[in-house]
């Protein structure tokens, strides 16, 4: 049975830095959770304030990362946790993205719907404002580009602005 502890922003980025498939860890968040089974961490979540300006309105939060072990249900259940979290500190709307070729299974599963917006692919992520690698080493130290796909916002409803 799995069972959520918050953890430090340095425990979940040691976390997706040795697990996740192609993301990197972050620089900031509002708070990380963790997923036990039985003591062990199988997962973890990083949420903050959306990335995208237009979406940062103090009452909606991005979920950053979630990563697991492969643990049956670990990210259904960090995406619903996050959501209960964020409702319980009195955001309206909680938010994150998938790359277009992962299905969204552990979304729907928690509730979330997949909205149509979506990011554009591109060649790069890197531009010279904002440099970053396109290329990281896996655990195996092979190189791995990252993806370039465009990715899904997928969203779910925490609460009516009315129920204030």
């Not at 092979?142 to 204030?164: A, D, F, V």
């Amino acid at each position: 049975m799995l069972t959520v502890r918050p953890i430090s922003l340095k425990q979940a980025n040691a976390y997706v830095e040795e697990l996740h498939r192609h993301n990197r860890p972050v620089t900031g968040h509002k708070f990380s959770i963790g997923a036990y089974e039985g003591g062990v961490l199988r997962g973890v979540a990083i949420c903050g304030r959306p990335i995208a300006r237009r979406l940062d309105n103090g009452e909606t939060l991005e979920v950053y990362r979630v990563c697991t072990d492969g643990t049956k249900n670990a990210c259904s259940f960090l995406y619903g946790a996050c959501a209960r979290a964020a409702r319980e500190l009195g955001y309206v709307k909680i938010l994150t993205y998938i790359l277009e070729s992962e299905p969204g299974t552990s979304m729907k599963a928690s509730g979330w719907k997949r909205t149509e917006e979506k990011t554009l692919a591109a060649e790069s992520w890197s531009c010279k404002s904002r440099p970053r690698e396109d290329s990281v080493i896996t655990l195996f130290g092979e190189i791995q580009k990252r993806p370039t796909e465009g990715k899904w916002r997928w969203e779910k409803i925490l609460r009516r602005k009315e129920e204030e």
